[in-house]
């Protein structure tokens, strides 16, 4: 039977799982938005295509699902990049579905033709420009295969309008067969039997866990792990949840802003596991005085990660989930050897770091950042889904907001993308209608997509926006006050909205705290209505982020408190 | 570390836009190419590009990693070392007058170049060798004058075991 391309589309998506999708329509994909209408599928109808792309990524890292965009081409397709570019940075499983002009018309500098193909190239993990409809079922199946296989990204497909309407017959469903991708899920029996005696012979371990352990739902595996051999866990910022954060073995996030005794465990270690990591330069600091003690064993489903940055011991190409199940196999056969008396001396030296430089801050008589995020933490039990937006207000929910459990912290690591946690909640309270979703964030990066309260409140998703209000684009008045002489060049965000009439302009709640008594109140009346609510939390202005490790030092070089 | 010239072959899908995802990756992430040949193979759905760079070890492993994560790269090989044979084609086109014109016939001799257009005051040369044999060419002929010259930049292949 011949269908048209907008109804093999609307096929292909169901095959694939899909229920929802987040987009904004127009011109060249108008049949594709009348075909929707026929389908049955969820339709959330964005107020700009950036936010389709951010709120697609919560949803997919809060579901584990693929998330799929739709939007026209254009300007609508130029909107997605940043998104795209964020998702990519992340490894976050993305299908983006752009309109493009007839077949004919490409090359012709059509009205809204752009060449996102070209456009979005470095920032894909792969992109089809599809060119007849007969193609079109096997590339949509290939984009799935791609975004959520191997290390997952954002795969786009540019749709011309003429394929869209055009008819073809369907291939049935199978196996999807790309002969140059095969992505390495089972690691070398060989390196993990080293990795094995490395981990029994050391004295000093450590692991340092990513956001391939989350998105390889690996957790479980690591938790094991950890626990048996007694090793205590940093994160990266994206793997925070990767290891439950109130579990004693936990040392928090490494890095720029990590905790002291991460920072520090990581320069002392005799055996660095890493696991889902890629060593981002916000991690490692001066990358010779990273880990210099180490034998560092690289965990990772990206060949390309491996060695990139930092040389490393025993290499593991593999899924991470796969290679820790394998790894806590061989562990199984040998008895640990007095482990306890080999590892006290190790665990008592974290424990001193964390005694004598815990995380910290000065209370005042204004309300401080951090103790917001305390009091959030507390009022949800660390059972809600946090996404942040990106400055201080990110540093400091990762830091002070424990993840017990993978998939509830969205950030964007990457790409430090302003504009990102609004969006990214409202596919995340998509994803999750009956949990509690918070989104910790700045009074700079709010206004970056502030226009998405309107959906939020189109269809009634209770997210609840915390502001943390310091009249700063805060992280760079940080780097001012630290490294600039105090030169505050256009970081102080004037003529900000009210927030909390904003909020009442569109429809949804909006509060204000001034003093620190206030904000547990505040909480509990955001908390407690099913309503998208902004919460505009008016905090000291010149506060810091710390610890902090200047860029390019040693991450053992931090300022404290 | 000391950066060195590498020639690596890889076969692509014969398909629009696989060369720029090639080159957008090299210009993308900073590395250099020297030179790119591409053409298709006798399977017209496959391509080969070969591509010489010039990098320190640990960069050509990240190029060749970067590659083979390429989606449309279905197979990428070094080309380096005795197991596998270069060649290059170079056009030159010399200034010759008076003496000079058996000067340039002996040296196209010498490295069994061929004479491939000729006029009262020049010639074009063709030549193919591996890299170091044209360079040695390109050096004598130098002084002489050249004109015009295209070079290919090493293809090659890895020898079939004996
Ligand atoms: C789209 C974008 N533009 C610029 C930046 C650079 N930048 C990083 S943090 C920051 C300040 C953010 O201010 P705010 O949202 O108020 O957060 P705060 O640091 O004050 O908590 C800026 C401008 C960025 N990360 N993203
Ligand atoms: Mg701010």
Do not use: H, Q, V
């Given at each position: 039977m011949q269908l048209t391309g907008a109804q093999i589309l609307m096929r292909v998506l169901k095959e694939e799982g899909v229920d929802t999708l987040f987009g904004y329509p127009g011109g060249a994909v108008i049949d594709i938005y009348d075909e929707l209408l026929r389908s049955g599928l969820r339709h959330i109808m964005v107020r700009h295509e950036q936010g389709a792309v951010h709120a697609a990524d919560g949803y997919a890292r809060v579901s584990g699902k693929v998330g799929v965009c739709l939007v026209t081409s254009g300007p609508g397709a130029t909107n997605t990049v940043t998104g795209i570019a964020s998702a990519h940075c992340d490894s976050i499983p993305l299908v983006v579905l752009t309109g493009q002009v007839p077949t004919h018309l490409i090359g012709n500098d059509a009205f809204q033709e752009v060449d996102i193909v070209g456009i979005t190239r470095p920032c894909t993990k792969h992109n089809y420009l599809v060119e007849s409809t007969a193609d079109l079922a096997r590339i949509l199946r290939e984009a799935f295969h791609l975004a959520r296989s191997g290390r997952p990204g954002p795969v786009l497909v540019d749709i011309p309008k003429n394929v869209a309407t055009g008819r073809a017959g369907v291939p049935p469903a199978g196996e999807v067969r790309i002969r140059s991708y095969n992505p390495t899920y089972r690691p070398n029996g060989k390196q993990l039997k080293e990795v094995a005696r490395l981990i029994r012979e050391s004295r000093r371990p450590m692991i340092f866990a990513g956001g391939g352990v989350i998105l390889s739902q690996g957790s479980t595996e690591l938790s094991r792990l950890a626990r048996r051999e007694q090793i205590p866990v940093a994160t990266s910022l994206m793997g925070l949840g990767a290891f439950p954060g109130s579990d004693p073995l936990s040392l928090g996030m490494i890095g720029m802003h990590g905790t002291y005794r991460s920072n520090m465990a990581s320069s002392a270690c005799d055996l660095m596991l890493a696991v889902g990591v890629r060593f981002d330069d916000r991690v490692t600091g001066r990358t010779d005085a990273f880990a210099a003690q180490a034998r560092i064993v690289h965990i990772d489903?990206?060949?390309?990660?491996?060695?990139?940055?930092i040389p490393v011991a025993v290499p593991v190409v593999g899924d991470c989930r796969i290679s820790l199940q394998m790894i806590n196999a061989l562990l199984d056969g040998g008895a640990a050897h007095e482990l306890a008396e080999r590892r006290r001396p190790w665990l008592e030296q974290i424990a001193a770091w964390k005694s004598t430089q815990p995380l910290a801050y000065r209370q005042c008589e204004r309300i401080k950042p951090q103790f917001v995020v305390e009091k959030i933490y507390a009022l949800t039990r660390g059972e809600a889904i946090v996404t942040t937006e990106v400055g201080q207000n990110q540093m400091w929910a990762a830091q002070y907001y424990l993840f017990d459990r993978p998939n509830r912290f969205v950030t964007s690591g990457g790409l430090g993308c302003m504009g990102f946690g609004l969006p990214a909640a409202i596919g995340a309270q998509i994803a999750c209608p009956e949990r509690t979703v918070v989104d910790i964030a700045g009074d700079g990066s709010i206004q970056m997509n502030i226009q998405e309260m309107a959906t939020a409140v189109q269809y009634d998703l209770p997210v609840k926006i915390a502001i943390l209000n310091n009249g700063h684009l805060g992280m760079v008045r940080q780097w001012q006050e630290l490294f600039y002489g105090k030169r505050y060049s256009a970081t102080r965000v004037e003529c900000a909205p009210d927030f909390v009439k904003l909020a009442e302009a569109y429809g949804a709640v909006g509060l204000r705290a001034t003093r620190p008594e206030e904000v547990e109140p505040v909480l509990q009346e955001a908390l407690a209505v099913r309503r998208p609510v902004i919460m505009d939390f008016v905090v000291e202005a010149e506060e810091c982020v710390y610890p902090m490790v200047p860029a390019g030092a040693p991450i053992t070089e931090m300022l404290l408190v | 570390m000391a950066e060195e010239k590498h020639v690596m072959t890889m076969l692509v899908d014969n398909q629009p836009g696989v060369t720029s995802r090639v080159t957008g990756l090299f210009s993308g992430k900073g590395f250099n190419i020297e030179s790119i040949c591409g053409c298709p193979t006798s399977d017209p759905g496959i391509s080969r590009i070969t591509i010489t760079t010039k990098a320190n070890p640990p960069v050509v492993e990240q190029i060749e990693k970067q590659l083979r994560k390429l989606v449309n790269v279905i197979k990428l090989r070094s080309l380096d070392g005795p197991k596998a044979v270069r060649r290059e084609l170079a056009l030159v086109c010399v200034q010759a007058r008076g003496e000079q014109r058996t000067e340039v016939l002996r040296i196209v001799d010498i490295f069994r170049g061929k004479i491939v257009d000729a006029g009262l005051e020049h010639f074009i040369i063709e030549v193919t060798g591996e890299e170091e044999k044209i360079q040695a060419m390109l050096n004598l002929l130098e002084p002489i004058g050249i004109k015009k010259l295209s070079r290919t930049g090493p293809i090659g292949l890895i020898r079939e075991p004996k």
């Open positions: 489903i990206d060949p390309s990660s491996i060695r990139k940055n | -």
